[in-house]
Every structure is written in C-alpha cells, then in structure tokens.
C-alpha cells in the first residue's frame, strides 16, 4: 500500500520477483483494457482519468479471477487492491488470506514531484494535477483508513519509501523477511 507516487507499482515488480510469485496491479490490468480498447477498458477509462474508483463489483471481479489462475497457487504480490474497505472485506470473503501488508511511506511533496515527473516521462492520462489531486483525496478518504484494519490484524510492516529504487527494494525485502520470520516463530513456539 502506498500513496499515488509511492513506488508501489515499480517495488511490486521487484518484490515479487524475489519471492517467484506474480505481481498483480489493479492499474496495470486497468491501464492495458484501455490500451485494447476491451468492453472493460471502455467501461473504466474516464473513471480513472477522473482519479476516482473504479466499481467494487467491476475490480472485486477481476482479482478473484486473476487469483484463481495456476500461477497465483503458492503466492502473490497485490498492487493496488484493497483500495477500500469493501475490497479488504471481499478479499477476505475469497478465502484469500494475506500474509503481510506493505506500506510504502513517501513525504506528500516528494510524491507530487513524482507524479508530474511520471507525467512527462510516461504520459500517463491520470498523471495531472487535477486528476492527481483527486486520487491522493481518495486515497486519504477510502484507502488510508485500511492501514489501521490491516494493523489491527498485526500484519502491517512500513517501510520507508524515500530514496533510490533498489534502496526502497532491500529495504521492503528486509523488513518482510523479519516480518514473516517473526511471525513463523511465533507459529512454531
Ligand atoms: P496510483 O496508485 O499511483 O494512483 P494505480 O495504477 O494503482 O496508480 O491506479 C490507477 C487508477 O486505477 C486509480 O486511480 C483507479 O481509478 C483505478 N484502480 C486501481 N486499483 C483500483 C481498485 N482496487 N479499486 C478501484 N479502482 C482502482
């Protein structure tokens, strides 16, 4: 989990690499429907150009299926989803279990300077500064309430975003492996 701008998407990538599982980014699938111009890519473009969600029923959807292909049996990274507390709810409702939540911890400014830096480079249709402005809204409103229920259930382990990519990748990994170690300690004790 992270702010728009944290590095969720690059640290995804990377991170699941390390552990041989996929990394699946509700944007990602989103952003390539629209690039085919697919039924669903029609269905979703001007809401994400907007900065708003997406449907719960649309996106709950979609990761379930993507979660009951064969190459998601031993694991998975999510990037993106749950975004509010109905998607932690169906997530659950799936018999998915997650292990650990990442947050990736990025100071507001720096993920503004980010994000219009990613504007230029990738032209991405979302990466304005209104659109940018409502997405780190709903991120506040919708999104940043699930780090208390996921650090309720003890599974919250933040990482600081700051700096150079590969420094924010051996940081997560360092952090997770602690993390799951701790915990598969604890099981065995
Ligand atoms: P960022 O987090 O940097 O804004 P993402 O690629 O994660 O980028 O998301 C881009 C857009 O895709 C969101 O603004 C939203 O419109 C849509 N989207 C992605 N994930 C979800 C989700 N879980 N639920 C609803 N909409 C989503």
Request: negative net charge.
């Amino acid at each position: 989990m992270g702010a728009p701008g944290a590095g969720k998407g690059t640290q995804a990538s990377r991170i699941a690499a390390r552990y041989d599982i996929p990394a699946i980014s509700t944007g990602s699938i989103f952003r390539q429907n629209i690039a085919e111009g697919t039924p669903l890519g029609v269905k979703v473009k001007e809401i994400m150009d907007a900065g708003k969600l997406v449907s719960d029923e649309i996106t709950d959807q979609i990761v379930a299926d993507r979660l009951s292909q064969d190459d998601c049996a031993s694991g998975w990274l999510l990037d993106g989803y749950p975004r509010n507390l109905h998607q932690v709810s169906a997530l659950d409702e799936a018999g998915h279990q997650v292990d650990a939540v990442i947050s990736l911890l990025v100071d507001e400014e720096d993920l503004i300077q980010r994000l219009l830096k990613r504007a230029e480079i990738e032209g991405r249709s979302d990466d304005n500064e209104d659109t940018i402005r409502t997405r780190m809204q709903v991120y506040t409103a919708e999104t940043e309430p699930l780090l208390q229920t996921y650090a309720e259930r003890g599974l919250l382990v933040e990482v600081d975003g700051e700096g150079e990519i590969d420094e924010v990748t051996e940081r997560v990994v360092r952090e997770l492996d602690a993390f799951l170690s701790g915990n598969r300690g604890e099981l065995d004790a």
